[in-house]
């Protein structure tokens, strides 16, 4: 079984920035228990910097770690390959018993400096930044404050500066 779960209906806490597709949840019976199995997702583009995360109703969000991320340039997807083993990695129930349960998806979490939440920082960021630095714009300190001294100043436009032009952030 696959259905699609909206990350609406899930608590904030921990949740990733984005998660483009939503969760798939699957639920595969009929194994014998213990058994490891793999299931493949193919998502249309190339990510980077992609992370496969699960939503446990005891543990929260949490990264998951046996996925494989593959881009298919020939076809213009990326395959998630994920290795489940039942009672143990990737199955929620925790239950040795023939069944995993699965509530997933790819997670991708915004870089610090990109204020206009486009997955890139460029000038329009530092030009964002530059606006919550003076008083035109209302201050976000989780996008703005790159250095997290609380405040976004001077300092803050030039870092954002030198993350658009790709240069270190000291």
Same mark, same amino acid.
């Given at each position: 079984?696959?259905?699609?779960?909206?990350?609406?209906?899930?608590?904030?806490?921990?949740?990733?920035?984005?998660?483009?597709?939503?969760l798939?949840?699957?639920?595969?019976?009929?194994?014998?228990?213990?058994?490891?199995?793999?299931?493949?997702?193919?998502?249309?583009?190339?990510?980077?910097?992609?992370t496969?995360?699960?939503? !446990? =109703? /005891?543990?929260?969000?949490?990264?998951?770690? $046996?996925?494989n991320? *593959?881009y @298919?340039?020939?076809?213009?997807?990326?395959?998630?390959?994920?290795?489940?083993?039942?009672?143990?990695?990737?199955?929620?129930d925790?239950?040795?018993?023939?069944?995993?349960?699965?509530?997933?998806g790819?997670?991708?979490?915004?870089?610090?400096?990109?204020?206009n939440?486009?997955?890139r920082?460029?000038?329009?960021?530092?030009?964002?930044?530059?606006?919550?630095?003076?008083?035109? !714009? =209302? /201050?976000?300190?989780?996008?703005?404050?790159? $250095?997290s001294?609380? *405040?976004? @100043?001077?300092?803050?436009?030039?870092?954002?500066?030198?993350?658009?032009?790709?240069?270190?952030?000291?």
């Amino acid at each position: 079984m696959l259905k699609s779960i909206s990350p609406d209906t899930l608590p904030d806490a921990g949740k990733p920035d984005s998660l483009p597709f939503g969760l798939f949840a699957t639920r595969i019976e009929n194994l014998q228990p213990g058994q490891t199995v793999t299931l493949n997702f193919y998502l249309p583009g190339d990510y980077e910097n992609e992370t496969w995360y699960k939503y !446990d =109703p /005891v543990k929260g969000w949490y990264k998951f770690e $046996n996925v494989n991320f *593959t881009y @298919d340039s020939v076809n213009g997807y990326t395959e998630a390959s994920l290795i489940l083993k039942d009672g143990e990695t990737g199955d929620i129930d925790g239950v040795v018993n023939g069944i995993i349960i699965d509530p997933g998806g790819v997670g991708l979490f915004y870089q610090k400096g990109d204020i206009n939440r486009d997955w890139r920082i460029d000038i329009s960021d530092v030009i964002l930044c530059l606006r919550m630095c003076i008083g035109i !714009d =209302p /201050v976000d300190l989780l996008k703005a404050d790159i $250095n997290s001294d609380g *405040t976004v @100043d001077i300092s803050d436009v030039i870092l954002t500066l030198r993350l658009a032009i790709g240069l270190p952030v000291k």
